[in-house]
């Protein structure tokens, strides 16, 4: 029995553990596409032909214009706070609406940073406990604060909008959520990260992701009826739903336990039989761009783990253990997608680990060894899924092309790499986190407000 024989088995079982899985999850996104491409299809021959394709324009109006509160919870953020704050009141074309900014007492600066807007609409919530707690509990505490609010201003808000303190808004959100909270519980809009050239690569990876999921996934989520989850941002749930989840938690709708909090409130909501919309309008029909929410994500390897971590241990985790498998085929069938990321790192580690073998395989036949083949049935799969993949390579592109250009668009092909060594680790970390009881604080990474936010 030679060293070499000993690589080709553990090459070979690497290769076949993570080309089999491979196959059932390229098998399961082909699935996806099959249906957004004919879901797109019929739209075009029957819906489009009876009637013109909406756009941004038909925002126009003011008619019942509904109270709006945004939720912004804010620990450690006077760096961008102030920043935030007053681009959102230039940005937003809305006559009704309050910023409920939730700051910890042991945080003068964001505090301090709040009060430096000066302006009415601008409502600074100290949430009257030492930072930072959970970034639910902040939110919870941002509800009662409101329950107050609506009491003493003798008035109701129609919804609560989430934002983060690094986000860009866009001017029609809160007219476009006006217009579609009541005939749904719960809308989300695309999250549209921004370039960041000083982080090609990491910070770059999360454009190509979110316009493949917010181009095509949450598309398909929803044409098959299954419940929308929240991206805590650029999303808002009517008051009438929020208060009905309060009412079966004592108060606090949000999870306060949770590290993905927005996530498990649109599948809650949708549990109980709120109807969740995920919303694509076009700012001007033919001319690119949606009305989303904008905004910086990690730009270092570090924080994108960190980051990951957190949505992979909440959604793939705590969340089979939180949520279970409740619901009709295609709420089920996008839980088990949404949890397949742990799975999907142990694919990607070992089929690394098993071209790595190969290589070295490989490069002793060029020096002399006796070649040591792959086998005839693993050498099919492997074929198969490597056509499979540059399919899955294709799609990714054009989603990053038609978001960003195809300059990005060509990016997002070595850029996939990167991503894929972020799920590994974030795996890694999520894991050993849920294996420690979950977190007890809010793991929040350091933002960046965009430096031409009045464009």
Same mark, same amino acid.
């Given at each position: 029995m030679s060293l070499? /024989?000993?690589? !080709? !088995?553990?090459?070979?079982e690497l290769s076949l553990f993570a080309a089999a899985g491979f196959l059932f999850f390229a098998l399961d996104d082909l699935a996806l596409d099959l249906i957004f491409f004919i879901r797109r299809a019929w739209r075009a021959m029957t819906v489009y032909r009876r009637h013109p394709r909406a756009?941004?324009?038909?925002?126009?109006?003011?008619v019942g214009a509904g109270w709006m509160v945004v939720f912004i919870p804010a620990w450690d953020e006077a760096a961008v706070i102030a920043q935030m704050l007053r681009a959102?009141? $230039?940005?937003?074309d809305y006559p009704n609406y309050a910023l409920m900014v939730g700051h910890y007492r042991n945080d003068p600066a964001t505090a301090a940073a709040i009060r430096s807007v000066g302006d009415p609409r601008v409502v600074a919530v100290d949430i009257g406990v030492d930072g930072p707690s959970t970034k639910a509990d902040c939110l919870n505490r941002l509800y009662t604060a409101l329950v107050r609010l609506e009491t003493e201003q003798g008035r109701r808000a129609k919804a609560v909008v989430l934002h983060d303190?690094?986000?860009?808004?866009?001017? !029609?959100e809160l007219r476009l959520f006006n217009r579609l909270i009541g005939r749904a519980g719960v809308v989300q809009l695309p999250v549209v990260p921004l370039i960041d050239p000083a982080s090609p690569w990491i910070g770059g990876h999360y454009c190509d992701e979110f316009a493949e999921s917010h181009g095509r996934d949450l598309v398909v989520r929803e044409?098959? *009826?299954?419940?929308?989850?929240?991206?805590?941002?650029g999303c808002a749930i009517g008051r009438e739903a929020m208060g009905r989840l309060a009412v079966m938690e004592d108060g606090r709708p949000f999870a306060g336990s949770s590290m993905t909090e927005d996530y498990e409130m649109g599948l809650r909501l949708g549990a109980l039989g709120e109807r969740t919309v995920f919303v694509r309008l076009p700012v001007l029909h033919g001319e690119g761009g949606v009305v989303a929410s904008r905004g910086h994500f990690p730009a270092t390897l570090s924080a994108a783990v960190r980051q990951k971590a957190r949505w992979l241990g909440g959604i793939a985790f705590s969340g089979w253990d939180r949520l279970g498998w409740a619901g009709h085929w *295609? $709420?089920? /069938?996008?839980?088990?997608?949404?949890?397949r990321g742990p799975l999907a790192a142990l694919l990607l580690l070992a089929g690394y680990l098993g071209a790595l073998? /190969?290589? !070295?395989? /490989?490069?002793?036949?060029?020096? *002399?060894?006796?070649?040591m083949p792959v086998p005839p049935g693993l050498a099919l799969l492997l074929k198969v899924t490597a056509a499979l993949l540059v399919w899955r390579v294709v799609l990714r592109a054009a989603f990053t092309a038609s978001a960003y250009g195809w300059g990005e668009g060509l990016m997002s092909l070595p850029r996939m790499f990167v991503g894929n060594l972020v799920a590994i680790l974030a795996a890694r970390r999520a894991l050993a986190i849920h294996l420690s009881g979950g977190p007890k604080t809010w793991d929040?990474?350091?933002?960046?407000?965009?430096?031409?936010?009045?464009?």
């Amino acid at each position: 029995m030679s060293l070499a /024989w000993l690589v !080709q !088995q553990a090459a070979a079982e690497l290769s076949l553990f993570a080309a089999a899985g491979f196959l059932f999850f390229a098998l399961d996104d082909l699935a996806l596409d099959l249906i957004f491409f004919i879901r797109r299809a019929w739209r075009a021959m029957t819906v489009y032909r009876r009637h013109p394709r909406a756009d941004s324009r038909l925002l126009a109006d003011d008619v019942g214009a509904g109270w709006m509160v945004v939720f912004i919870p804010a620990w450690d953020e006077a760096a961008v706070i102030a920043q935030m704050l007053r681009a959102t009141l $230039e940005r937003f074309d809305y006559p009704n609406y309050a910023l409920m900014v939730g700051h910890y007492r042991n945080d003068p600066a964001t505090a301090a940073a709040i009060r430096s807007v000066g302006d009415p609409r601008v409502v600074a919530v100290d949430i009257g406990v030492d930072g930072p707690s959970t970034k639910a509990d902040c939110l919870n505490r941002l509800y009662t604060a409101l329950v107050r609010l609506e009491t003493e201003q003798g008035r109701r808000a129609k919804a609560v909008v989430l934002h983060d303190a690094e986000d860009l808004v866009h001017p !029609q959100e809160l007219r476009l959520f006006n217009r579609l909270i009541g005939r749904a519980g719960v809308v989300q809009l695309p999250v549209v990260p921004l370039i960041d050239p000083a982080s090609p690569w990491i910070g770059g990876h999360y454009c190509d992701e979110f316009a493949e999921s917010h181009g095509r996934d949450l598309v398909v989520r929803e044409a098959v *009826g299954a419940s929308i989850p929240l991206a805590g941002v650029g999303c808002a749930i009517g008051r009438e739903a929020m208060g009905r989840l309060a009412v079966m938690e004592d108060g606090r709708p949000f999870a306060g336990s949770s590290m993905t909090e927005d996530y498990e409130m649109g599948l809650r909501l949708g549990a109980l039989g709120e109807r969740t919309v995920f919303v694509r309008l076009p700012v001007l029909h033919g001319e690119g761009g949606v009305v989303a929410s904008r905004g910086h994500f990690p730009a270092t390897l570090s924080a994108a783990v960190r980051q990951k971590a957190r949505w992979l241990g909440g959604i793939a985790f705590s969340g089979w253990d939180r949520l279970g498998w409740a619901g009709h085929w *295609g $709420e089920r /069938w996008f839980r088990m997608r949404d949890r397949r990321g742990p799975l999907a790192a142990l694919l990607l580690l070992a089929g690394y680990l098993g071209a790595l073998l /190969w290589s !070295q395989l /490989w490069l002793a036949e060029q020096l *002399g060894a006796p070649a040591m083949p792959v086998p005839p049935g693993l050498a099919l799969l492997l074929k198969v899924t490597a056509a499979l993949l540059v399919w899955r390579v294709v799609l990714r592109a054009a989603f990053t092309a038609s978001a960003y250009g195809w300059g990005e668009g060509l990016m997002s092909l070595p850029r996939m790499f990167v991503g894929n060594l972020v799920a590994i680790l974030a795996a890694r970390r999520a894991l050993a986190i849920h294996l420690s009881g979950g977190p007890k604080t809010w793991d929040k990474t350091d933002h960046m407000f965009p430096a031409d936010a009045a464009r």
